[in-house]
């Protein structure tokens, strides 16, 4: 066996990986690594829940490695550690829930054009080496520093394939609007990391929309069934509208608050359709439904998220097909909200 190959093996066997091959971490990589990161090897950037790991720019720099990003990429993946490390994220839960939430990188402004991170066909499959590489070393730091090992404290009954990597740009020239980060209050030049705790994209096929008022219904019904039907309250939720979707709302002048507002409109429904053994199972809890004196008649309206603004909207994929997605996030009552760093 040669030298590199007896390292990933090795590598392996100290449960250091994802499952798939790793790159070894010689010293002249990672110091390469360190030192496009602008800060010292020892700085600390982030706590990494459950485990408290102590994620130092040396300790992210290994993980990229491992992960196959380029030196240049460890600013887009330390800024997304501290991403996710924050509060708001609650990595904890995210790593140690029985659900299958995965941290999911949106790369906004010039930097996505510098490193090449896709955005625009097959935006959240594979052959793009930053997209692949970046969401990756962010995955093995939840694991490595975070000790989110699968089946010890990672107790995901399913999980999905996210968490092996997930990251996307947005597609930002094919958008008849300002990115997430300019609407979420950063200046169009600056570039930016959003994480969201996200399950697998659900597709949403409407090939025959041509205005907004038939392709809004299609939407909700895909929104309508994010966690179950009956789900209501619900947080931070990526709406992933390719460009010839977008195109439809740009070209009827229809803004992000317009479709926004529509959909949470659209989704809402009466607490007597939410009772628990009504149409399945599920429902609203105990504690919302004893506000009524009879849920079973109640018509008081129920919105499926808790507020319009909890719909995020990018424009990404290929400018040919009129597909878009849903990418639920993991965001039930006081969990995981959409979090944003500044990539320095």
């Not at 990429?73 to 029985?98: I, K, Q, R």
């Not at 990597?165 to 980060?181: D, F, K, V």
């Not at 809402?268 to 053994?277: A, I, Q, S, T």
């Amino acid at each position: 066996m040669s030298d590199a190959a007896d390292l990933i093996e090795q590598l392996h066997a100290r449960g250091v990986t994802d499952g798939l091959p790793v790159v070894p971490p010689t010293r002249g990589l990672v110091d390469a690594m360190v030192a496009a990161a602008g800060h010292g090897a020892g700085d600390l950037i982030a706590s990494v829940a459950p485990a408290n790991g102590r994620a130092t720019v040396e300790k992210i720099a290994i993980n990229a490695v491992m992960a196959g990003c380029r030196p240049e990429y460890l600013p887009v993946v330390m800024a997304a550690v501290e991403a996710v490390c924050d509060e708001a994220f609650d990595l904890h839960g995210v790593s140690a829930t029985t659900n299958a939430p995965s941290p999911l990188v949106i790369v906004n402004g010039p930097i996505r054009a510098r490193l090449e991170i896709n955005s625009g066909a097959g935006v959240f499959g594979p052959g793009w080496r930053a997209n692949a590489t970046i969401g990756r070393a962010v995955r093995l730091v939840c694991l490595n520093l975070g000790g989110a090992r699968p089946g010890v404290v990672s107790m995901s009954t399913l999980a999905h394939p996210g968490r092996y990597t997930y990251c996307i740009g947005e597609h930002e020239e094919a958008s008849p609007w300002e990115s997430l980060a300019v609407e979420h209050g950063f200046a169009t030049g600056e570039s930016t990391v959003a994480l969201l705790a996200a399950d697998a994209p659900l597709g949403v096929y409407a090939q025959r929309s041509r205005t907004p008022e038939d392709l809004l219904p299609t939407l909700a019904a895909s929104l309508a069934v994010v966690s179950h039907h009956k789900m209501t309250h619900w947080g931070d939720t990526l709406v992933a509208l390719s460009p010839e979707h977008a195109k439809i709302f740009g070209d009827a002048g229809w803004k992000k608050a317009d479709v926004r507002r529509w959909l949470h409109e659209r989704l809402r429904w009466p607490v007597r359709e939410l009772v628990p053994g009504v149409d399945g199972g599920e429902g609203l809890p105990e504690h919302v439904l004893a506000k009524f004196a009879d849920p079973s008649r109640e018509t008081a309206m129920i919105p499926k998220f808790r507020s319009p603004e909890n719909l995020k909207i990018v424009v990404a994929g290929g400018t040919a097909g009129r597909f878009s997605a849903i990418v639920p996030g993991w965001t039930f009552s006081k969990g995981s909200n959409l979090v944003f760093r500044r990539i320095r």
